[in-house]
């Protein structure tokens, strides 16, 4: 049996990236799985031949006892590990994920399985785990994760574009560079381009409310720009509905999943060049633009906006890719459980 880690998704009144992973593979997974919170944990007396599969990020502090519980080897433990962002970038991230993940790597040594969601993400740990000089760990391994985030059909790319509306997904830190895309946008804005630009995330609590208040601001003389704060699935999907463009200007991501969701629905992407956007990218249908490059960003997202023959061709490769589904995801996880 799969015990699944639902610790901190139970509790999250939002979906987040990382809750939308564990959210999905719980109903990818099925009877194959049985959902757990660390409270609950020993009331499932877990077995040898057991699986304890988690997606989530924890430290000792937050969970009293899991290195003991590591230790007794009660039953087997899998993790998909996301990134080390928080240790590359402290300045810029939570300063409790900053505090949490020493910890969360140093964990991670000690389980029997992990997977990474990238190749980037991989290297990150393995490089840690050297910094650390830490001996003997588990393999590292690579898995895709799901592209359609709401199990919603996939669909030929439309004949006609859609009116030109840029979605921009994530919470709103400095990490995702919402600051930077609305600059960008507010130079296209500037030189007579009419287009609309909507934020779709909750608001960091540590770094977020200050890029709320100039989005915010900002609105007021420009009136193609919204946000729509911890938005619903449902309301997720009506703003991808009628997206032209999707971008990621971030400055770090461990996968970058609104690339694959926007992929799913035949939305051209347009991302930061980072090694773990590339990877998704290479398939087609997203173009990588240098991070922080004002002018490249504004070049590529006019061309998005205005010239219909380069998005009917992003688009048609977007809609004709290979993605995973997370049922395709909770398979390759599953069959590498029974396997060991």
């Not at 991989?122 to 690579?142: A, I, N, S, T």
């Amino acid at each position: 049996m799969i015990l699944l880690d639902t610790t901190r998704t139970s509790r999250s009144g939002h979906r987040s990236g990382l809750t939308r992973v564990t959210g999905r593979l719980a109903e990818a997974l099925g009877d194959r799985a049985r959902a757990v919170t660390w409270e609950s944990l020993g009331k499932h007396a877990p077995a040898a031949g057991d699986w304890f599969l988690t997606a989530e990020v924890f430290s000792e502090a937050e969970r009293p006892g899991f290195r003991a519980f590591l230790d007794r080897r009660a039953c087997r433990t899998a993790a998909i590990f996301h990134d080390a962002i928080p240790l590359r970038l402290p300045h810029v991230t939570w300063p409790q994920s900053v505090a949490r993940h020493p910890s969360y790597l140093g964990l991670l040594s000690s389980f029997d399985r992990i997977w990474a969601v990238s190749v980037a993400s991989r290297d990150e740990l393995l490089g840690f785990w050297r910094w650390q000089r830490v001996e003997r760990h588990p393999p590292v391994d690579v898995i895709a994760l799901g592209a359609d985030f709401d199990a919603a059909p996939r669909r030929p790319a439309p004949q006609t574009p859609p009116a030109p509306v840029v979605l921009c997904v994530g919470i709103l830190e400095p990490r995702k560079n919402q600051t930077f895309l609305q600059e960008v946008c507010r130079r296209l804005w500037d030189s007579g381009q009419r287009f609309e630009l909507h934020y779709a995330g909750r608001i960091n609590p540590h770094f977020g409310k200050p890029i709320a208040q100039a989005i915010r601001a900002a609105a007021k003389s420009y009136p193609g720009l919204h946000f729509h704060e911890a938005p619903s699935d449902v309301v997720l999907a009506g703003l991808m509905e009628r997206a032209r463009v999707v971008a990621l200007p971030s400055i770090a991501e461990g996968c970058g999943l609104p690339v694959l969701e926007s992929l799913w629905r035949g939305i051209p992407c347009i991302a930061s060049d980072l090694p773990s956007i590339r990877e998704n990218a290479v398939g087609g249908g997203c173009l990588c633009v240098k991070a922080g490059d004002a002018d490249s960003w504004a070049f590529a997202l006019s061309q998005l906006l205005s010239d219909d023959e380069i998005w009917r061709g992003l688009a048609r490769d977007a809609s004709v890719r290979h993605l995973v589904t997370w049922a395709d995801c909770a398979q390759l996880l599953a069959q590498g459980l029974s396997e060991d």
